[in-house]
């Protein structure tokens, strides 16, 4: 079946420091991929997504390509923030009749000043 | 922007009592989802629903049973809550087609309900 692995956290990081969280899939055909981000006390929103190999999923400085032949998706920030701490899901979409969305166990992220 | 909310943000049910968790979505969305979340475990599918009436197990769905009535409300039912069932719970909802009949899976969720089973 399919299946996601993130790397375990937390993650604690200086600000301004790179991010990187990695996430490998395993999955029959061509699966969506997605990032979703949980802040403190939400539920989850989507950060960024992609659809097929090769492409770029970016938003809000985040960065993600969908690497077909590695089968990754890593979560790459420049520089980041103390308002970035918060809980990151790599996920897997994939339709077949119905959709299907397979999450990782997500992974905490915590920026100190 | 598209909205889903939950009847409650936090719960405290005793051993044995039946439990309702209420979803609404006001986008008019096909597809409702049911999660729990638990630390280390990540998300795991309760069940979720393509249409009104329609309901389909997801990885874990002992224990547990929905209803869709209406379309934009799904909501799970606790039978006989236990105490393994503490958790924090997940709604979500997604739109299968748009209105240019592409493909959109994007998941929208809501805020989440904490569950504590005494």
């Known amino acids: 079946g399919d299946s996601v692995t993130q790397m375990e956290g937390p993650v604690t990081l200086s600000e301004e420091a790179f991010l990187t969280i990695n996430c490998t899939y395993t999955?029959?055909?061509?699966?969506?991929l997605f990032w979703y981000v949980q802040y403190p006390g939400e539920g989850l929103q989507l950060l960024l997504k992609?659809?097929?190999?090769?492409d770029k999923g970016s938003n809000k400085g985040f960065e993600a390509t969908y690497r077909k032949e590695t089968t990754s998706f890593h979560l790459e920030k420049g520089s980041v923030q103390v308002s970035d701490s918060a809980v990151y899901f790599c996920?897997?979409?994939?339709?077949?009749?119905?959709?299907?969305?397979?999450f990782g166990t997500g992974t905490k992220l915590q920026v100190i000043p | 922007d598209v909205k889903v909310t939950q009847s409650s943000r936090y719960l405290v049910k005793r051993t044995g009592e039946k439990v309702f968790l209420e979803c609404v979505q006001d986008m008019d969305h096909e597809n409702m989802f049911w999660y729990r979340q638990d630390p280390g475990l990540g998300l795991r599918l309760i069940y979720f629903s393509y249409d009104v009436k329609m309901k389909e197990k997801g990885d874990i769905p002992e224990g547990y049973s929905v209803s869709r009535e209406k379309k934009e409300r799904f909501s799970l039912i606790l039978e006989s809550a236990s105490t393994n069932q503490t958790s924090m719970y997940l709604c979500?909802?997604?739109?299968?087609?748009?209105?240019?009949?592409?493909?959109?899976?994007?998941?929208?969720f809501g805020p989440g309900t904490r569950l504590t089973v005494l």
């Open positions: 979500a909802s997604s739109l299968f087609f748009d209105w240019r009949r592409v493909v959109t899976d994007t998941q929208y």
């Open positions: 999955a029959t055909g061509y699966p969506s």
């Open positions: 992609a659809t097929k190999a090769d």
């Open positions: 996920a897997l979409n994939r339709f077949g009749g119905y959709q299907k969305v397979t």
